[in-house]
């Protein structure tokens, strides 16, 4: 069984930043984020590989910058030029290959317009 813990949600205004950690109690392959808004389905973020690889949703790119300290077992999402439709549950997940395995309890990240 693999624990995630999240943190760095909070509330921030339209285009600051905000950063998000998530560490994990054992290594494992890929690890990233996916979130959800009030009345939507879960949403895809970001991923990164144990190389170092990474992708992203749609939604995101070039705003968003996902890394991982593997040492640390740590994945943290650095999130830039924000806006309200990012307002949302953000949920770290770990996979032994790509689908997520273990998911974390979620950290609110809420943009004010």
């Known amino acids: 069984q693999v624990q995630l813990v999240e943190s760095g949600g909070g509330l921030v205004q339209a285009g600051g930043s905000l950063r998000l950690s998530c560490v994990a109690s054992t290594s494992i392959f890929n690890m990233g984020w996916y979130r959800q808004a009030p009345g939507k389905q879960r949403e895809f973020v970001a991923a990164?590989?144990?190389?170092?690889?990474?992708r992203y949703g749609d939604s995101v790119k070039g705003r968003f910058t996902i890394s991982r300290d593997s040492a640390k077992n740590t994945v943290s999402l650095q999130m830039n030029s924000l806006k309200p439709e990012d307002t949302a549950i953000y949920f770290c997940y770990a996979a032994r290959i790509v689908v997520p395995d273990y998911w974390g309890r979620g950290t609110q990240v809420t943009v004010s317009s």
């Open positions: 990164v590989g144990s190389g170092g690889s990474t």
